[in-house]
């Protein structure tokens, strides 16, 4: 029997709907199972805290999961498709401790009222990560770490969690070293950076990197390679050789001389002795408990005084003081300020 025009219409709307419920569904699951160009996928979200969001990364780029604990604005959990905050990247030190900035140094960053309008991002790294892509005598592979922060987590978040693109990064130690190696590597990425105790001109104290990664049973040379062999390659990741990157990036160095300040406890103990840690051409401080810190202050002094010869716009804070999260903390409350102006969030 003919079919009506009236039937041959409703069966045509039925196809339609269904064509759309399919295209909707089809859009949810892509939405869920979306991934970084270089293949890294969000594999599992839970709440932390207060705030707290952690994140579980399926990394190609480290050959394993890996997590990211971020600190969440107002309104997040209700955004929009679309919707981003402007971010800091705050980064750990050797230890690779995601957690570290919320549970380890006492920083609070809940209470800080000016965070509020701002997503903060805590990326893991491996052991002495260095946040770098590793060199592994040329072969490359993981550890990748720069391209697992930058090409791997850094869009999965524009993507999907709310991340801007008006970007400033900060770290303590090894992650003093990211922001800035980071911000001089891709120019234009990260607005303003700020370094804690930064190991920030590593061919300072090549030394320092062998003998602490032999401390720790790696191997040294698999980082950048050999210093005198691979020279340019340690040359490409050392913020002091690519001062003239940061010629318009507001950058914050700061760093203690290793002697007890007015933040260690009475009695704090030295740190632990490396050996090879210290080079007799460079010796430390008869005063110093904390060798480490000692290099780092140095370090910071070097590239501070590159980037002004450059017309960087630098700014430093040196002191007596170890190589302790209490530092860490005052600086990171110190140089806030001037994150938050490169991000232009006004102050609550």
């Known amino acids: 029997m003919p079919w009506s025009a009236a039937r041959l219409r409703a069966l045509l709307a039925l196809v339609v709907a269904d064509l759309l419920l399919l295209a909707a569904v089809s859009a949810t699951c892509a939405e869920a199972t979306v991934s970084a160009p270089h293949g890294a996928r969000i594999i599992a979200e839970e709440a932390a805290g207060e705030r707290l969001v952690d994140l579980t990364v399926d990394s190609p780029a480290l050959g394993r999961t890996a997590k990211v604990r971020l ?13 981003t905050w402007p971010t800091l990247y705050l980064l750990v030190g050797g230890d690779g401790n ?12 809940q209470e800080l009222p000016d965070l509020r309008d701002v997503l903060v991002v805590m990326p893991e790294m491996p052991l002495f990560g260095f946040y770098s892509d590793w060199f592994n005598g040329g072969e490359g592979g993981p550890p990748a770490v720069e391209t697992f922060h930058l090409r791997e987590v850094r869009p999965l978040l524009e993507r999907r969690f709310g991340a801007g693109v008006r970007r400033v990064a900060a770290g303590e130690s090894q992650g003093g070293f990211g922001a800035v190696s980071y911000a001089a590597r891709h120019p234009g990425l990260f607005r303003a950076v700020a370094s804690y105790s930064g190991f920030v001109h590593p061919l300072r104290h090549p030394h320092a ?5 032999t401390y720790l049973g790696l191997d040294w040379t698999a980082l950048w390679g050999d210093p005198v062999a691979q020279r340019a390659n340690w040359q490409a990741h050392d913020p002091y050789y690519l001062a003239d990157r940061l010629r318009t990036t507001p950058v914050h160095l700061s760093g203690g001389d290793g002697t007890a300040g007015v933040l260690d406890p009475p009695g704090t103990p030295p740190d632990v002795e490396i050996p090879g840690l210290e080079d007799p051409a460079d010796p430390f401080p008869e005063d110093a408990i904390s060798p480490t810190e000692t290099l780092m ?6 590239l501070a005084t590159r980037l002004a010869a450059v017309g960087a716009p630098v700014t430093t804070h040196f002191y007596a003081g170890t190589h302790s999260p209490a530092y860490w903390k005052r600086e990171l409350y110190r140089s806030l300020p001037m994150l938050l102006r490169a991000l232009g969030v006004r102050d609550r």
Do not use: C, F, N
């Open 297 to 302: 202050q140095r370090q910071s002094g070097s």
């Open 98 to 109: 995601y957690k570290a900035w919320t549970e380890d140094y006492d920083a609070h960053l």
């Open 209 to 213: 990197v062998r003998a602490a990664m």
């Open 71 to 83: 600190l969440t604005p107002d309104g997040w959990e209700e955004r929009r498709p679309g919707e």
